[in-house]
């Protein structure tokens, strides 16, 4: 399906700044334009608290994020209610530096960060239960990325393609 099929259809909703996939418990979002170089995420939209960022399984096929460039984006700003960071939610955000983890986020999926080759560092909370493949390919000056607690599983290629190698524990 191509982006404006799924709206059409109801499967995905959007403002200005961003696509939406509502559900019965929350709401999955990704940024698409418009905000400059600090991006702020939304806690909740239409009364449900924004879950996830990034792809969910209903638009990957039919957007491509080469469409647009993130270059501009050198902050994220996640609200406390992200649970998971989805599948590619930052890839190729070049320039970005910045990028608060929420207290309570469980989980980071497949290619969530790659390409983010100005991120330095990560800090993820003890609330993490799963680091998927390839979270940091291509973070080429990425020096440590910390996690509190030792009670969560990963991928044996969390750190594919990346200058480091394993977890600093905080």
């Known amino acids: ?16 700044n961003f696509y939406y996939s509502v559900y019965e418990n929350g709401v999955y979002c990704y940024y698409k334009k418009g905000l400059g170089d600090t991006v702020k995420y939304p806690a909740e ?27 501009e984006v050198k902050k994220v700003e996640l609200p406390y209610t992200v649970w998971i ?33 100005s991120l330095k560092e990560l800090h993820f909370p003890e609330t993490m239960q799963y680091f998927s493949t390839n979270l940091f390919t291509g973070c080429d000056n990425l020096k440590a990325v910390y996690v509190k607690g030792d009670n969560y599983k990963k991928s044996n290629m969390v750190f594919s393609g990346s200058p480091i190698e394993d977890f600093t524990k905080e």
């Open 85 to 117: 960071i989805g599948a590619e939610a930052f890839k190729d955000y070049k320039n970005l530096t910045d990028i608060n983890i929420p207290e309570y986020l469980v989980s980071a999926d497949h290619g969530c960060f790659r390409n983010c080759i």
């Open 1 to 16: 399906y191509e982006i404006d099929e799924l709206i059409d259809q109801g499967l995905l909703e959007e403002d200005d």
């Open 45 to 71: 939209y239409k009364g449900k608290p924004v879950r996830a960022v990034g792809l969910d399984y209903t638009i990957r096929g039919g957007y491509n994020s080469g469409d647009v460039d993130f270059s």
